[in-house]
């Protein structure tokens, strides 16, 4: 066999090599933007109320899960803050009590959130969720299933107008007008589209049940 003819069939099995690469790179792309396509993420919720109390009573009600076990029939008893990063940030932990009657069982999230006051007022909460975080079990070891918040945030505005018409006259100082965005994604088995109605079932609760709380 020639030198040529040895550097043509080294050149041939170069090329069917890099073909074969070329090949099984396409594919794998292929899988992963399939993959990609087929993934259902969670639909982004957004709720506006307006509840005839200070911008201030509003947030505490929320902010502080201690109060917020009192009102919010969903959140479980084991619910706490885990730990505080400073004057504006904090760690927490929220355990829902499940919905549609056991369908959606126990889940509970981990939440990074961070609040800040603006100069009209108002005060905007921001959160997102995280899987794990030193100083909180797995999951599997506290019987839930582990969700996940994306990105998710209240706005605490106040307003003049009034829920209660009747109130007009007598509460001192603007109500407040939350405005809710959330963004959940409860893991486990159970199709997104019903989680989705579930969130959105539990956040139309909210206002009716803060409204009661705050004129105890």
């Known amino acids: 066999v020639s030198q040529q003819q040895q550097q043509r069939r080294r050149r041939q099995r170069r090329l069917s090599s890099s ?19 087929n993934k259902v993420f969670p639909a982004a919720i957004k709720l506006t109320a ?26 479980g008893h084991s ?39 603006q100069a009209d007022g108002s005060i905007l909460l921001v959160y997102r969720g995280v899987r794990s975080y030193p ?31 009747n109130l007009a006259s007598s509460l001192n100082g603007p109500s407040c007008m939350i405005t809710m965005l959330r963004q959940t994604q409860a893991g486990g088995w159970v199709p997104q589209a019903s989680v989705d109605k579930a969130v959105a079932t539990a956040m139309f609760e909210v206002p009716q049940q803060l409204r009661e709380f705050l004129r105890m």
Not at 80 to 109: H, M, N, P
């Open 50 to 75: 307006i509840i005839d109390a200070l911008p201030r009573e509003v947030f505490r009600a929320f902010h502080d899960l201690n109060v917020r076990k009192q009102w919010d029939k969903r959140m």
């Open 135 to 165: 100083g909180v079990a797995p999951s599997s070891a506290l019987g839930t299933v582990r969700g996940r918040n994306y990105t998710c945030g209240i706005l605490f505005q106040p307003v003049a107008e009034r829920h209660n018409k």
């Open 79 to 117: 619910s706490r803050r885990v730990e505080v990063l400073d004057d504006q940030s904090d760690v927490v932990y929220t355990c829902d009590k499940g919905a549609w009657k056991g369908l959606i069982s126990v889940r509970d999230f981990i939440d990074v959130r961070r609040w800040t006051v």
């Open 19 to 37: 073909s074969a690469n070329n090949a099984s790179s396409s594919d794998a792309g292929k899988k992963s933007s399939k993959k990609q396509k």
